[in-house]
């Protein structure tokens, strides 16, 4: 679907994370809207514009998802690490990005590349960090590489 499968299973598995805990009533469409951003990222993030697709709505009240940004988040933390990591590492890349970033003190560049999209994505600051929250908090707790 994406670059390779481990890119797929880190944008995924972060995207879980933070719709885990900011958005849990979305849990249920995480694999489906993964598989489509993984697909066609740009189509997924311009269903709405520069706003993520719409949930729900009330009486003047839009409720956007969070899964697409949760995604894009995804992707771009994984590029971030990437590229400190170096091209020679995209084999193996889910494993060793955590690792990395475990390894460095980089929480505080994730957490700007990760505030970046997501405000590029039209969500809030505070919702922006809390998704960068969710995001440090998952690759600090995945399991370390042999």
């Known amino acids: 679907m994406g670059r390779s499968a481990e890119y797929d299973e880190f ?72 590229d400190k990591a170096g091209e020679s590492l995209v084999k193996g890349g889910g494993k060793l990005i955590r690792k990395v970033f475990r390894r460095g003190d980089d929480s505080d560049a994730v957490r700007r590349v990760v505030e970046a999209r997501a405000l590029e994505l039209g969500r809030s600051p505070e919702e922006a960090t809390r998704i960068a929250d969710a995001v440090i908090a998952e690759l600090s707790r995945g399991p370390d590489p042999a």
């Open 11 to 82: 944008v995924v598995g972060i995207a879980k994370a933070v719709v885990a805990d900011l958005a849990p009533d979305e849990s249920v469409v995480v694999d489906v809207v993964g598989q489509e951003f993984l697909r066609d990222p740009e189509r997924v993030l311009a269903e709405d514009g520069p706003r993520a697709p719409v949930l729900g709505s009330g009486i003047g009240t839009v409720v956007t998802m969070v899964t697409p940004v949760a995604l894009a988040v995804g992707a771009s933390v994984y590029q971030h690490l990437l």
